[in-house]
C-alpha cells in the first residue's frame, strides 16, 4: 500500500486497458457523468462502474454526486509512483544504451 493509505495498488489499477482508457477520458476533462463514461464501451453501465471503483480504491479517481448524477474526475497524483519507477528504469536503459553505444564504436575503430 502506498504513502497515502489507498486501498488498492496504483500498478495494479492501471494494468487493465479499459481503466487505463477511463483515465485518458478523465484526463481530457475536468469531469465526466457515468452515462458519458459508459457510451464510450461496449459493456454496461456495471462493468464501468466495477472499474471505475478500482480506480477510485487506488486514489486515481474521485466522485462526487450532482443531483442524481455522479460525476468523476481523474486525480493524477497517484500516477507519480508510476513516473517515479518508470524514471528510475529509464535511467537504467539510458545507460545501458550509453554502453552499448560505446562498445559499438570501439568495436568500429
Known amino acids: 500500500m502506498s504513502k497515502n493509505n489507498q486501498l488498492r495498488d496504483v500498478f495494479d489499477a492501471i ?9 485518458r477520458l478523465l484526463a481530457e476533462t475536468e469531469e465526466k457523468p457515468l452515462h458519458e463514461l459508459t457510451a464510450q464501451f461496449s459493456m454496461g453501465r456495471t462493468a464501468v462502474s466495477k472499474h471505475l471503483n478500482v480506480l477510485k480504491e487506488a486514489g486515481l479517481v474521485l466522485e462526487r454526486k450532482v443531483g442524481r448524477e455522479t460525476r468523476f474526475r481523474l486525480n493524477a497524483a497517484p500516477l507519480k509512483e508510476i513516473q517515479d519507477w518508470v ?21 568500429e575503430i
Request: no cysteine; net charge positive.
Open 15 to 23: 494494468a487493465d486497458p479499459t481503466r487505463r482508457r477511463l483515465i
Open 87 to 107: 524514471a528510475f528504469y529509464g535511467k537504467f536503459w539510458s545507460a545501458n544504451m550509453l554502453r552499448l553505444n560505446q562498445l559499438l564504436e570501439e568495436e
